[in-house]
């Protein structure tokens, strides 16, 4: 499935900036830093989402696919959460990367204890307007996002995975369980 974009608009940009990334090596530093780069500066993008790309859930965050890479190599989607919405504690099938546009996002790290077959949290920091993070696949990386806005602010990130737009919910996310 792809999206049409208007070439000049930020998220045909940042599809181009992803496009050029892709060709390296998903594990390099290069690709990493190249993925970072495209979602620089998207939290000052006026107009980025549409009305109802800003829609959020009752229960839960609500994810709206923006872009579906023809080749099959990325999908990029508006992640919209509530006060007192968080993600499961999660690693990653595929790299991952994320910013914030608006609000702030609360980020608990943990760390996969193997011998338990547990994720241990570690620490938690708060991801303001405009942070950017990236992870590769695999357990290094669990964590959970939310938003622990105690003023009722919604906030908004982008997320881009390293799969096809239609596996965006399904091949993405590895839920583990945590540690008491």
Request: charged content about 15%; overall charge neutral; glycine content about 10%.
């Amino acid at each position: 499935m792809t999206l049409a974009l208007d070439t000049k608009s930020p998220l045909a940009l940042l599809s181009q900036t992803l496009d050029q990334a892709c060709c390296l090596d998903p594990s390099s530093a290069g690709f990493a830093l190249g993925v970072r780069a495209a979602l620089g500066g998207l939290s000052r993008e006026t107009g980025l989402l549409s009305h109802a790309q800003r829609e959020s859930g009752l229960d839960c965050y609500r994810r709206h696919l923006l872009v579906a890479d023809p080749l099959g190599r990325y999908a990029v989607a508006a992640l919209v959460w509530q006060a007192g919405q968080a993600s499961p504690v999660h690693g990653h099938h595929t790299w991952c990367a994320y910013t914030v546009i608006e609000g702030t996002l609360s980020e608990t790290l943990f760390a996969w204890d193997a011998d338990a077959h547990r994720a241990v949290p570690t620490r938690r920091h708060e991801r303001a307007c405009g942070a950017v993070s990236f992870v590769g696949p695999g357990r290094g990386a669990i964590h959970q996002l939310g938003n622990a806005s105690a003023t009722g602010q919604t906030a908004v990130s982008i997320h881009v995975y390293g799969v096809p737009g239609a596996q965006i919910s399904t091949h993405v996310n590895d839920l583990v369980t945590v540690a008491a």
